[in-house]
């Protein structure tokens, strides 16, 4: 491949894909680091250019990922559950609507998340916010398809578990009759 073909394929690449890999680096890690993530993604993509596969976003924003896992173990900053969600509940892109925002209960998605393992919530988010196909989604996390199908099928019900008994407790918490607390009222 010559330099100006590779000039017009990487232009083509960061054209089609920046956004996705920027919202994807924004909901991975820390939004201060997802410039240089997306950066450095796509000074991965022009080093190996003649290696990007010809359906290119499952394959960088598995360098995305990987990227972002480095910066976050190079910076050894623990994120709690709670903030990372924050981020995530914060981000509002006005050409790509939060695809929580069309869930009837965000928060109890966004608890039911919180209380899911990391690889599960990446698989989960990979589907439904990036609109990846189960074979991308394998292909970003380094499985094979019916791997990726089989942790999918598992990060689901944990998430139904998880937001069955989110809506438990706040059943509960609504039924508290509010007579006790009323008692030194008027």
């Not at 201060?32 to 499952?58: G, H, Y």
Request: glycine share 2%.
């Amino acid at each position: 491949m010559t330099d100006p073909e590779a000039v017009r394929r990487l232009t083509a690449l960061y054209d089609m894909h920046h956004r996705q890999v920027h919202a994807y680096a924004m909901r991975r890690g820390d939004p201060q680091l997802a410039d240089e993530v997306v950066t450095d993604t796509f000074m991965v993509a022009w080093r190996r250019i003649a290696d990007v596969p010809s359906n290119p976003l499952p394959w960088l924003l598995g360098v995305a990922r990987n990227l972002t896992r480095e910066h976050l173990r190079r910076s050894a900053r623990q994120t709690s559950n709670e903030d990372v969600l924050r981020v995530w509940s914060s981000l509002n892109d006005v050409n790509e609507p939060d695809p929580a925002d069309i869930v009837a209960d965000r928060d109890s998605v966004l608890i039911a998340l919180a209380q899911l393992n990391e690889d599960d919530r990446e698989l989960l988010t990979l589907i439904a916010w990036h609109g990846l196909s189960t074979a991308e989604a394998a292909e970003v996390v380094g499985c094979t398809t019916i791997t990726c199908s089989v942790r999918l099928h598992r990060a689901r019900r944990r998430l139904e578990q998880a937001m069955s008994s989110t809506s438990d407790e706040r059943r509960a918490h609504r039924a508290t009759p509010l007579k006790p607390y009323l008692k030194d009222a008027v």
